[in-house]
């Protein structure tokens, strides 16, 4: 009996060792049988590119968000009836697009003025401070190469900053209190025109640079530590500049909030002095002479009233005796 449970004792053991050493080498070929590969190991999604990746997504959502606030408080302060057609701007929005798209923003009103005078086109008119305070003035209708370039300008991370800015400063432009002397005695009137220029000017240059730097390195590139340093480096200082420029945009919206405020307590005070005009006393005096009237004439038709009736009465006898004496005649 026990040289019979000897070799099966033996026989267990040993496939317990080749399990063992199965399951620690891997499975065993067979012959003629193709191992599948390996799975590659994936990248490490916490890579520095990813991480740079994810900042820049977050740094532009945050700038559109701000933009786009901006942009519909300026278009709550306009009244419904005021409000321009889609295909028509103002002045300081198309200074801002024909920056954007490389135009010359003086071509439009030019001053002809001196195009009578021989060997002087209308082109090389000087332009004179009317001249360009109308050009910023008035508005102007965009052709379908213009409102192509406008709606493109309008969605870019970029371009939104240089469109919203010449929203700002048109409608501070609109504002009837921008006359006001007060901005200049007090020395806090913005140029409107030269910030348009400097904002739409700076996101030009912003658009280039990022356009320069491209899209993150790829190929032997990605794995260049150095290369991937720099791409980063270069990334971050452009975002920061955008950063900056979104913070200039905001302050010159809290300025034509300034301005909005202004503007309202200007159109308290006219209507207080409009409606000063009003005499309350002689007003007063005038409803009781009218109340007054107003009884008077009552009573001077009542008493018409029992009048014509008694005098139409005595009539009735004569005017039938009249009667009879015509048939009998």
Not at 50 to 67: F, H, K, P, W, Y
Not at 70 to 91: C, F, K, M, P, W
Not at 104 to 117: A, H, I, K
Not at 195 to 200: K, L, Q, Y
């Amino acid at each position: 009996m026990l040289s019979f449970v000897v070799p099966l004792l033996v026989i267990a053991l040993l496939a317990a060792a080749v399990s063992v050493s199965r399951r620690r080498s891997g499975p065993i070929s067979e012959p003629g049988r193709t191992e599948p590969r390996p799975r590659a190991s994936r990248p490490s999604r916490s890579s520095p590119l990813t991480v740079l990746d994810s900042e820049l997504r977050a740094g532009r959502m945050r700038r559109r968000a701000t933009c786009d606030g901006i942009r519909d408080a300026v278009a709550a302060s306009i009244a419904v009836e005021d409000r321009l057609a889609d295909d028509t701007v103002a002045g300081h929005v198309a200074l801002a697009l024909d920056i954007w798209r490389g135009a010359d923003f003086t071509e439009r009103n030019r001053s002809t003025g001196w195009s009578w005078v021989p060997f002087v086109s209308a082109d090389d008119s000087p332009d004179t401070d009317e001249t360009r305070a109308a050009r910023l003035t008035r508005t102007y209708g965009l052709d379908s190469a213009q409102k192509e370039a406008l709606a493109e300008m309008s969605k870019d991370p970029l371009g939104q900053i240089a469109f919203v800015a010449g929203l700002v400063a048109a409608r501070i432009h609109a504002y009837p209190a921008w006359e006001l002397p007060f901005f200049d005695e007090r020395n806090v009137r913005v140029d409107l025109a030269a910030e348009v220029r400097a904002m739409a000017a700076s996101a030009v240059g912003l658009r280039d640079q990022r356009e320069l730097l491209g899209r993150p390195p790829i190929g032997h590139l990605r794995t260049d530590a150095d290369v991937v340093g720099v791409y980063i480096e270069k990334a971050r200082v452009l975002d920061r500049r955008a950063d900056s420029l979104v913070e200039r945009l905001q302050a010159f919206a809290d300025y034509r909030t300034v301005v909005a405020g202004i503007q309202r307590r200007e159109d308290k005070r006219h209507w207080f002095e409009r409606v000063g005009e009003i005499n309350d006393l002689e007003h007063a005096v005038d409803d009781v002479v009218t109340r007054s009237e107003v009884e008077r004439i009552r009573r001077v038709a009542g008493d018409s009233a029992t009048l014509a009736e008694l005098y139409l009465d005595t009539l009735a006898p004569l005017t039938a005796s009249l009667t009879l004496s015509d048939m009998t005649r």
